[in-house]
């Protein structure tokens, strides 16, 4: 045997070391891949689980917003067959809550379906108007003061009586003020008999930015609310007819409603607002009350049946929903009442 091997690599003076780092790292590289790629996949596995989880959320809270608008239709149902049924004397309340609005829960279209299930059921000894609003639309008050106004005429003997809790002002002391009877809770605000437009002019602003206001109108008023525009004295005169107008036909009514119980105090339709107790004195109210003591102490009931028409809560959802998707999209939304309201600022 020889002492020289072919395959021995030394006596053939090849180099058997490790390899450089370069080929090593190659399966080092594979497996980070395979692992990030194993990342990835669960990153997008948990993604997609979350969005499931979401839609069943939602899906699941639709459902329940159905369930929830047909027990309260069903439950509805239940307290106008009860009244009307077998449900005994008892007073009929009907609440003006928040804003007066024609979109809003407190719409005459919904305060007026109300009142005509509560006259309508014989056995209500009362209708009790529970007040807690600022006030809001002038037309939206005046219809519902209107219709309490005649429905008492349809209906002579029974008592309608409005009751402030914590504030009747402006539009809602409006509707007050058809009632034969007005309690407020000592603390509550009560009054602001005034009409209010407010707004901001923007024309300089705009004019710093750069940027050029593009109008065509036809008639030379037909921008007089327009905020980029400069207002006239002759519109500003023009103007303050209309919320004198309004004013005054606030007043008409309040005086037509009260009479000779209101205090000859010109700051009575000045827009102040005043307590409770302060409004009995100047003869805004005819005492101070709260619902609970007035159903027990002047009607010796205790049992009310409110015939608030309730909002459903399915269109209530669909209209957030939609003020929401404006406001995403940058198309704003824009009320349909008037400027002029009966509503404290």
Do not use: C
Not at 95 to 118: C, F, Q, W, Y
Not at 185 to 203: D, E, M, N, R
Not at 267 to 282: I, R
């Amino acid at each position: 045997m020889s002492d020289h091997d072919s395959s021995d690599p030394w006596a053939e003076g090849r180099d058997e070391r490790p390899a450089p780092s370069r080929s090593r790292s190659a399966p080092d590289d594979q497996a980070r891949l395979m692992d990030r790629w194993v990342q990835e996949i669960t990153r997008e596995q948990r993604r997609s689980r979350r969005w499931r989880i979401f839609f069943r959320l939602v899906y699941i809270g639709l459902f329940g917003l159905l369930v929830f608008g047909v027990y309260r239709g069903v439950g509805s149902l239940d307290v106008d067959a009860a009244a009307r049924g077998g449900g005994g004397p008892h007073v009929a309340t009907v609440r003006i809550n928040g804003v007066i609005d024609a979109e809003g829960p407190a719409s005459a279209d919904t305060v007026i379906k109300g009142l005509h299930d509560a006259f309508d059921d014989e056995k209500a000894r009362a209708i009790v108007l529970r007040i807690n609003s600022p006030g809001g639309s002038p037309v939206q008050s005046q219809r519902i003061y209107q219709e309490i106004r005649r429905l008492k005429g349809h209906s002579p003997d029974r008592p309608v009586v409005a009751v402030i809790e914590d504030i009747g002002a402006s539009g809602a002391y409006y509707i007050a003020a058809a009632a034969d009877d007005i309690y407020a809770a000592p603390a509550s605000l009560v009054g602001s008999i005034g009409v209010i437009y407010s707004g901001f002019g923007f024309k300089e602003a705009i004019g710093r930015l750069g940027v050029e206001r593009r109008v065509f109108t036809a008639g030379e008023n037909k921008d007089l609310l327009d905020p980029f525009r400069d207002v006239t004295q002759a519109q500003r005169d023009f103007w303050k007819t209309i919320l004198d107008t309004t004013h005054q036909q606030f007043i008409n009514d309040v005086k037509a409603g009260r009479g000779d119980r209101l205090a000859s105090d010109p700051a009575l339709f000045s827009g102040l607002v005043w307590t409770g107790e302060q409004a009995q004195v100047n003869g805004l109210t005819d005492g101070v009350a709260t619902f609970d003591q007035l159903i027990r102490d002047r009607f010796s009931v205790e049992k009310a049946v409110d015939y608030t028409l309730s909002p459903d809560p399915l269109e209530r959802l669909s209209r957030q929903l939609g003020q929401v998707a404006a406001q995403w999209l940058g198309i704003g939304s824009q009320s349909t009442g008037s400027p002029v309201r009966y509503q404290v600022p």
